[in-house]
């Protein structure tokens, strides 16, 4: 990945304090364009603010005239304090406190996804008449993340909650997915849209007519070379919606790390060094623990030294937080210029 290279430069000149994150607003906004261009004029672009809650972010995604997903009521109340509607708002968090549904509810949100029998009262009693989109289980295969062990439902089940909601006084409107995150398999997309037509169909069939298609979210931030393009998905996704599901008269999608990821440069610095067991180790004041919690789950970022002047050898090291606990590794085995105490990454 190539980070912004204002905000790298910034990181490079800045004096702060570490830990620290500079984002780029101008990168994350051509990044907003990208997609647009990718899925066409009408897609609906609804940032899942889980992926970055800053301001700066949250305000370069409206300033692009963007909508927001929300997954929590503290990730709504940010919203609600820029002044942003309820309206431009959806909860797709399959599962939700049942404070946090009233709460939306209050605040002018409609739409919700749900996925399970438990959600329909809960949903009915704290936002009566809510429009809901049943979260279907799709293929994860080629995501870097895979999400359909926790989440989602196959067809049949999807038409028996549809129409269960409906009898709950609740307006059933479509059908969501997630093809995990940082996806790879272009193919997931086309593979989603046609579970959701067969569901579409089905549920017609029952007297449940469907019109809202949300295609979530696991478009692939660049971390490495030779990652399908956002065209190319973008490309693949609309032919399967205009040959499968040409009646959706609303289609959406929620992008988050692709929209911020290579937007921003998480800057730390040395605190140590020791070998262990014949192992360099390079600790650091950040970690799994306080602002690199992914790179348990095995994501993996590009590295760079930002202090001038570094030595030009390089040697295999691996990078540590600075906990106590063993787990505390950000990544092992990783060649960088011989880095000592006060050096930055």
Known sequence: MTPSPSALELAREKKLKTPFILLDEERIAANYRAVAEAFGPDIGIFFAVKANNHPLALHAIEKCG????????????????????????????????PDDVAYAH?????????????????????????????????????????????????DDEAVRLLMKAKEAGLEPVGTTFHVGSQCENVRNWRSAVEHCAHVWKKAAAAGVKLSVLNLGGGLPAPYRQGLPTVAEIGGEATRAIRELLPEASRVMIEPGRFLVADAGVFVASVIGRAVRN?????????????????????????????????????????LVGPSCDSIDVIVKDIELPALGVGDRV
């Open 106 to 154: 209050e605040r002018g949100v409609r739409l919700f996804a749900f996925d399970s029998d438990d959600e329909i009262p809960k949903i009915a009693a704290f936002a009566p008449g809510a429009q809901l989109c049943v979260r279907l289980a799709v293929d994860n295969t080629g995501s870097g993340w895979p999400l359909s062990g926790k989440f989602g439902v196959n």
């Open 66 to 97: 963007g909508n927001f997903d929300v997954a929590s009521a503290a990730e709504l109340s940010l919203l609600c304090d820029m002044g942003i509607e309820g309206s431009r708002v959806t909860f797709s968090n399959p599962v939700k406190v």
């Open 278 to 318: 014949g192992e360099k180790k390079i600790y650091l004041d950040a970690g799994v623990f306080n602002g690199l919690m992914e790179t348990y789950e095995t994501f993996w970022y590009p590295v760079q030294c930002l202090t001038k002047g570094a030595p030009a050898h390089k040697e295999l090291v691996s």
